[in-house]
């Protein structure tokens, strides 16, 4: 069994409607309200500091770089980009994740039946990406949520829970979750009202809550 619930913009909220909608056992419920050059000969040896910098190089290299460096609160990204950040779930869980925002697609006011005619009117939003294992902590059984934001970085205002089958469904992590370099994927299912375009996604949770990693169409 699986709820879905709604929570619409404040805008509507002055309507004072709730909304429940029942498909098969599934509830769903709505209620009103994210150069390189050859050196010259010389007798003498290479300053030391030229094989450090070599050396240097070559260890950045063999490490991958700065990809496992910690994404800045704020950063504005691209969907296809990754952001690496600090991540805790529940009580006991913690670690590090790379968040990777795939896509961004408009749904189709029919993937929203399931919720009732109350929902006519808000168009869905599938905000994909994968969620990878840093560190290699234990993080299983875990969840990253995303939201989905229109063009000048607000919320939809318009809140959902629940998935899309074949089109958007949200997925945790399973129990081998615990692997370096282990990965699942997911998808959050948000809705705007007709007129409002979604144009990125923000993980807005922990050190981020105050300035979210964004990724942008």
Not at 21 to 44: I, K, L, N, V, W
Not at 80 to 102: N, Q, R, S
Not at 156 to 176: Q, R, Y
């Amino acid at each position: 069994m699986q709820t879905r619930r709604i929570a619409l913009a404040a805008s509507i909220a002055a309507l004072g409607f709730g909304l429940t909608a029942c498909g098969g056992d599934d509830d769903s419920q709505a209620s009103t309200t994210e150069s390189s050059g050859a050196a010259a000969p010389s007798d003498s040896a290479p300053p030391p500091s030229s094989e450090a910098s070599a050396e240097d190089s070559a260890g950045d290299a063999a490490d991958g770089g700065s990809s496992d460096e910690i994404t800045a609160p704020g950063t504005e990204l691209q969907v296809g980009d990754t952001a690496t950040v600090p991540y805790t779930y529940g009580t006991d869980k913690e670690g590090t994740v790379a968040i990777t925002v795939t896509a961004i697609e408009q749904g189709e006011s029919a993937d929203l039946a399931e919720f009732g005619d109350r929902a006519n009117g808000l168009v869905p939003y599938f905000v994909k990406f994968t969620v990878e294992n840093v560190e290699g902590t234990d993080l299983s059984y875990s969840s990253v949520s995303l939201r989905a934001i229109t063009a000048d970085g607000r919320g939809t205002g318009v809140v959902i829970s629940g998935d899309v089958e074949g089109k958007c469904e949200s997925e945790s992590a399973d129990g081998d979750f615990t692997s370096a370099g282990a990965t699942y994927e997911s998808c959050r299912l948000q809705a705007a009202q007709e007129g409002v375009e979604v144009t990125g996604a923000e993980f807005d949770e922990d050190d981020y809550t105050d300035e979210p990693v964004v990724w942008t169409k």
